[in-house]
């Protein structure tokens, strides 16, 4: 077997043994598995070879790029895992037609630099940008930081190649914003993680890089007014908001503590803090005055005033230079840390609409205490895409009342629509969600699909669909 | 068999001979059949009831709502015909949430009146907007004049509710927008011409209204140089750029011919005509000053003044009221007036990147003569779309050559890497298209994806696949 994987990829790139550690366990830890090899191919055509050669052999193929993901969909227990590494060009960047064409082993902060070299953004950015690669980029429609404006990994893509489970080659590497020539095929495949076909290259949207980002810290009555604000500065700036982050008074407390020189946001203390930026790319916008203030910012407070004086926001602090912009960031950016400050957090990744988040978040204030009196939730939210990320610590040491919080937050996400999985994917840690939760006449349409186009199901088994 | 469909629908919702009429042909007239029966179903649960009758007893189902398609999507020969056009609730409307909830029977202006009661807009719009009905809309991934800033309808839908062939009701009605748990079987849905299920209700995206539009005629140098100059508008309003509209010198010529009253836009002639308009909903944009003009007219005069400078516009108009905005809208709304003003006309809906439109035109100014010497282009283009609606008067009356004409127009656009359908969809129009230039790969996948979901191939039969 191994001989023949040489044949394909050259004896270098099958690796073994200890050679695979690096690829059998994820950065997180918590999927550590026992693949039979990891092959590199060169190009797609390699690919292809592998896959007709695993679909013969009924061998499960596990794809790996970045393998930064969070939700465990590159365990690879007794598969041949197909690293994309080495499939590491940009084809091509054309900026009149405001597109990048790159390879599946690409690195994310890669495609950033190369095209903003060329005055435009691939506005898709996150933690981990400097190690995912845009084959699992797109295998799990990553989301981030911009979704608000820019939409997630599926709104930035045109085109994509794939080899299909069959190892043949799907080369639908559109360049067109208009194509209605059959089922939708891309989109398919994005978000499938793997599952459904390999995805080697793809045409990527870039857009204008703004010239300049006006930055505040601003204090809602109710998540409600936060919401209207959101909607009136979406308004008035012609939907140029890029950021939306709520933290709640707990964050903002915790944040104090576990970081030396941190400090409020206002001068008084507020119960909803929110994190705003616009970004602008009009000259007319961004160009400082003789201040040194770019228009943007004066506006931003402007409107900001507009509604202070309404009673519409409690406080707002607009950054008026890079450093105090730094500071409202950093304070966003150590929510991981502040979450994990106590042990154990029961992380969760949930989105309900929009217009929901504040129902969510009450009802969670009498359930919560009812399956654990004394627990207390430590929540950021991406509160323009319904994005919260609700963690709790718990009082109970006990897994079966941290279950039943788990149980309890999804159980209340679903009343109101929500998803028990925004942003992260399934792979295998939301196998039992995706059991209980999906709707199952969606659930056995998804089977079906997985049938026809994996009769042999080689093609990262076990993962996604329960 | 009419019996059963009453016990359904009740007496009088199932139609026969000549009540069928018309259902029986589209408004082109080109599609007539004799469909079995049409049923009437008045919600979700009668459609399924249907769709499980069909199934059992092997009955060719043809969705239709507002039978307005381009492109013979609803024929319906030896057909059970269901009609959506009684499942026409609006069933809500969140304005903070920014989301319509509608069901399929709904027609698109009626959507578009009830959302801009509440100062928002649903910006999905073309001709047929009177008699389209969004179950169609969604089927077919309808396209029209806002898709440049907007999207198409794909990109303003967060959940659908859709009766499978199997006569199961998949309720997917996110209102979403972020939810990774899964294959996106919406995308897969929608464009798919009702042949994976019937669409009988959406979660419709809403944006704010435009306080104000600015809207220029502009003459460029050269076809690179429009693209320069649209890329250069969506920087500078922030991405407010609404349409982007290609005229050549034949269409203003014709257009003055035709029509009586019509002018050339600029006081010398040019060839290449751009009708430009720019909304905005920013106040500061849009509240016209002590002269009566919104600033954003003002602000998209100083542009194009600055590129005149630079010889990068060669002449430019911008309309200083609503009669000289309309007349710029009706020299572009003449365009199927001044393709048709000679028969024959062989007409095409083409979609190439967004920098090879020129390209295009270039090859096929070589082209179209060795096909068919003194046939003559009638083009008019959706620019930033790379949408062209690329219509010929043939010299020749011989109809071998005008399929030659088809041929080399296809031909030309598949090596460009372009679509033979951009957004009319391929009902049983384009499948002879489809399955000369669909990428076989792909179109193996479609094939084994409708063969899972429809496996006694009910649904909407003979059309989008060959």
Not at 153 to 178: N, Y
Not at 343 to 356: M, T, Y
Request: glycine letters at 8%; one cysteine or more.
């Amino acid at each position: 077997m191994i001989d023949e994987l040489k044949q394909i990829v050259g004896a270098a790139n099958v690796l073994t043994g200890a050679d695979m550690a690096r690829y059998a366990s994820d950065w997180t830890g918590k999927y550590v598995s026992q693949p039979l090899a990891v092959a590199r191919p060169a190009n797609t055509a390699e690919v292809s070879a592998l896959v007709k050669w695993a679909n013969r052999t009924g061998t499960p193929v596990v794809p790996v790029s970045g393998n930064s993901g969070l939700a465990g969909g590159t365990k690879a227990d007794g598969a041949l895992m197909i690293s994309l590494e080495r499939l590491k060009a940009i084809r091509d960047i054309r900026p009149q037609a405001r597109m990048a064409i790159v390879e599946a082993g690409v690195i994310l902060s890669d495609v950033h630099n190369a095209v903003e070299a060329q005055g435009l953004i691939f506005p898709l950015t996150f933690g981990a940008k400097g190690s995912a690669m845009i084959g699992g980029v797109l295998s799990t429609n990553a989301g981030g930081s911009n979704v608000l404006r820019y939409g997630n990994t599926r709104d930035l893509v045109l085109g994509i190649e794939a080899v299909l489970p069959t190892g043949e080659v799907m080369d639908i590497m559109s360049e067109l914003h208009k194509d209605n020539s059959g089922y939708n095929l891309r989109h398919l495949l994005i978000g499938a993680e793997g599952t459904l076909g390999i995805i080697t290259a793809a045409v990527l949207k870039l857009h204008p890089k703004p010239r300049a980002y006006a930055t505040a810290m601003v204090a809602a009555p109710s998540l409600p007014a936060a919401l209207d604000l959101l909607n009136r500065l979406q308004e008035v700036t012609g939907g140029c908001v890029e950021a939306f982050e709520y933290m709640p008074r707990l964050h903002i407390e915790v944040h104090k503590e576990i970081k030396p020189g941190a400090r409020e946001p206002f001068d008084e203390p507020h119960e909803i803090n929110i994190l705003v930026e616009v970004g602008v790319t009009a000259p007319r916008d961004a160009i400082p005055g003789p201040d040194g203030q770019a228009p943007v910012a004066a506006y931003l407070e402007q409107v900001l005033a507009d509604m202070f004086e309404e009673g519409a926001v409690l406080d707002a602090v607009v950054a008026q230079n890079e450093a105090q912009r730094r500071e409202m960031w950093e304070r966003r950016e150590a929510a991981a840390e502040i979450s994990l400050s106590r042990k154990p957090a029961i992380v969760s990744d949930i989105a309900v609409p929009l217009d929901k988040v504040d129902t969510f978040l009450t009802i969670m204030e009498t359930r919560l205490p009812q399956v654990d009196p004394g627990a207390r939730p430590v929540i950021v939210s991406h509160l323009g895409d319904g994005n919260i990320h609700y963690s709790v610590w718990p009082a109970s040491q006990d897994e079966q009342v941290h279950d039943a919080i788990i149980e309890a937050v999804e159980e209340e996400v679903r009343k109101l629509g929500g998803s028990f999985s925004a942003e992260h994917g399934i792979g295998v840690s939301k196998l039992p969600s995706m059991r209980r939760r999906k709707n199952p006449v969606a659930l056995a349409a998804m089977r079906a699909i997985k049938a026809a186009l994996d009769p042999n199901g080689i093609l990262n088994p076990g993962k996604l669909l329960p």
